[in-house]
């Protein structure tokens, strides 16, 4: 095996092999990720300047009036505002849900194990099973929502919970939650982990109550997993688009319609690509700035505990 | 049965029995809408029309099972799903573990700079690339075949892959490479033959994470697909719901078989999928 080449001593030899070396290795994977992934993200900026179609070959170059029309589009305004509702609720929900899911598990309580893999099932289903179970849930005449309040209150109970522009969007929010409850929970539990156990029997000899251990101490040492959670549930909120093509397609009225919704109806069903390209591109800055603040945030925490 | 270890943790959390019993009920509640599924599956669409979903059955009906396996294109959505899963997933990793051990082992000037560029390609709305692989794939004439969803999940498997491989990599001591250069190994060999298998459990994290997320996936069979052959596991059951509108235990019954794959990995994995969700969710 030893080759001629390969004399340890020989300095300039082994960096020629390592360079070499990550030539070949990388090649392969920034080749891959240049293509499919670095080449799209700029033609979508590039499409976004222009009128195209999807089919023509000949199509202008339009300058900024996509963007122009897009603070006009009445429909575009309502998908901001839904996406930001979809956003914060479904970063408050799972967040806090998935927060008091580990304080209880972290309780060494019995079962905790079985219990996590309940909590956490949900994440490994399809948003597109996930959408059919929610849509069984909300159905107004055998629905277990409907069932539920029709047995509690003992009256006739059939609101359609779906199709309904009042209750549309929120009862998606509802059934994303669920699915990402888990996540958060984990992440939670492997943030409560890392806490030295000295510092809670610490504070348990000088009398601190179970509530004020977890406001004042435990809480404040699970920022960076808050950091994480926050940033992830934005990430995937922003995403978010199989549950609502199933449940609601946008509806009832654009209702439900976000922005990930909206940039589909607007290339694919309308073909109108320069502009579906040009709401992606709010999109990415959207995420951009996400990710800018997540980054930045994990920086400084970590400055904080080392 | 309400009872509680005694261990370190009990005297930080008092109340066993109320935690104990918070947890059960707030189980039950996320339970519940599974067992909707399996219900469903099991009843006759009659029974459930009636309002009968949400009971537990007097006696169990399989006919809803019948008529999934016995319909064609269920299999063949099935063979579609794995040909593209099984591939993309070995795929990803094996591009993922080459640059997270160039990342890992072999820095260079700039490379923290662009394995960050790399890895935040995991956070960007996969809409964002949609219409210019549509093109791209259209142009070579390989829309309507498995081989754009391939491609494109190879692609986007990269971020995490190299990410974890790279920290994965990383614990590895100096002394073990050096020692192999010693003994006149190249890095093709030290990557293959000590870094990879002393990294089975990562790759474990990687299959189960990535199997899951591409069989589930939906946007990028419905993007890419569009005659039924083609379809994906996920579109086949949002299509056969046309099929089927009101045969609810038939839905059920679809989507308890469809999610089948994925439940099994996760119940035998659970400690790698965990693991990979946290790993990959905190900076390397």
């Keep these: 095996m030893r080759g001629p080449s390969w004399s340890p001593r020989n300095k300039a030899g082994m960096e020629r092999d390592r360079r070499f070396w990550r030539i070949v290795l990388l090649t392969p994977p920034l080749l891959v990720f240049a293509v499919l992934i670095v080449w799209p993200l700029l033609s979508s900026f590039y499409y976004s300047f222009t009128n195209w179609n999807g089919f023509s070959s000949n199509y202008q170059f339009v300058g900024l009036s996509n963007f122009q029309k897009i603070w006009t589009d009445r429909l575009f305004f309502q998908a901001t505002i839904n996406t930001i509702i979809w956003m914060v609720s479904a970063l408050l929900l799972p967040t806090l849900l998935g927060l008091v899911l580990a304080l209880l598990l972290d309780s060494k309580v019995r079962g905790r194990k079985f219990f996590k893999t309940i909590f956490y099932l949900p994440i490994c289903l399809s948003a597109i099973v996930v959408g059919q179970i929610w849509i069984w849930i909300y159905q107004p005449n055998w629905g277990l929502l409907n069932t539920l309040i029709e047995e509690i209150t003992g009256d006739r109970f059939r609101y359609a919970w779906l199709a309904k522009p009042d209750s549309a969007l929120f009862s998606v929010i509802i059934a994303w939650s669920w699915q990402q409850t888990g996540l958060s929970m984990v992440i939670y539990l492997a943030g409560l982990t890392a806490i030295p156990s000295e510092i809670l029997e610490s504070s348990a000899s000088e009398g601190a109550t179970t509530w004020k251990r977890i406001w004042y101490i435990i809480i404040p040492l699970l920022v960076s997993s808050t950091t994480v959670v926050i940033a992830l549930s934005l990430i995937n909120s922003l995403k978010g688009f199989d549950i609502l093509y199933v449940m609601t397609g946008g509806g009832p009225f654009n209702s439900s319609d976000t922005l990930a919704m909206h940039m589909y109806n607007e290339s694919f069903k309308k073909y109108l690509i320069g502009y579906g390209s040009s709401i992606s591109v709010v999109l990415f800055l959207i995420a951009l700035i996400i990710i800018g603040i997540y980054f930045r945030q994990l920086r400084k925490v970590d400055q904080i505990y080392g | ?284």
Excluded at chain 2, 125 to 138: D, E, M, S, W
Excluded at chain 2, 162 to 178: D, G, H, K, Q
């Design chain 2, 1 to 284: 049965m309400f009872g509680y270890k005694k261990t370190d943790g009990s005297d930080i959390y008092p109340w066993p029995v109320v935690i104990f019993i918070i947890l059960s009920i707030l189980s039950i509640l996320f339970l519940a809408p599974t067992v909707g599924i399996l219900l469903s599956s099991i009843k006759t669409t009659k029974d459930i029309a009636l309002g009968e979903l949400w009971t537990i059955p007097s006696e169990l009906y399989f006919g809803n099972y019948v008529e999934v396996l016995d319909n064609p294109a269920v299999g063949q959505y099935f063979i579609n799903t794995l040909l593209v899963t099984v591939p993309a997933t070995f795929a990803s990793i094996v591009l993922g573990s080459l640059a997270g051990y160039v990342f890992a082992k072999l820095p260079f000037r700039g490379s923290e700079i662009l394995f960050l560029i790399l890895v935040s390609g995991m956070f960007f709305p996969p809409q964002v690339i949609l219409i210019p692989l549509f093109r791209l794939f259209n142009s070579i004439g390989l829309i309507d075949t498995l081989w754009p969803i391939f491609l494109v999940h190879t692609a986007l498997g990269i971020p995490i892959c190299s990410l974890l491989m790279r920290n994965f990599f990383s614990t590895i001591p100096a002394e073990v490479r050096e020692a192999a250069i010693l003994d006149g190994a190249n890095e093709w060999q030290i990557l293959t033959r000590i870094a990879l298998p002393l990294s089975l459990s990562a790759l474990a994290v990687l299959a189960t994470l990535q199997f899951t997320w591409i069989w589930n996936d939906f946007l990028w069979p419905l993007i890419f697909t569009q005659s039924d052959e083609k379809r994906t596991i996920m579109i086949g059951i949002v299509n056969l719901r046309g099929q089927y509108t009101v045969a609810w235990g038939v839905q059920g019954a679809l989507s308890l078989v469809a999610s089948l794959p994925t439940i099994i990995i996760f119940l035998f994995f659970q400690r790698y999928f965990i693991k990979g969700m946290t790993m990959g969710a905190v900076k390397g």
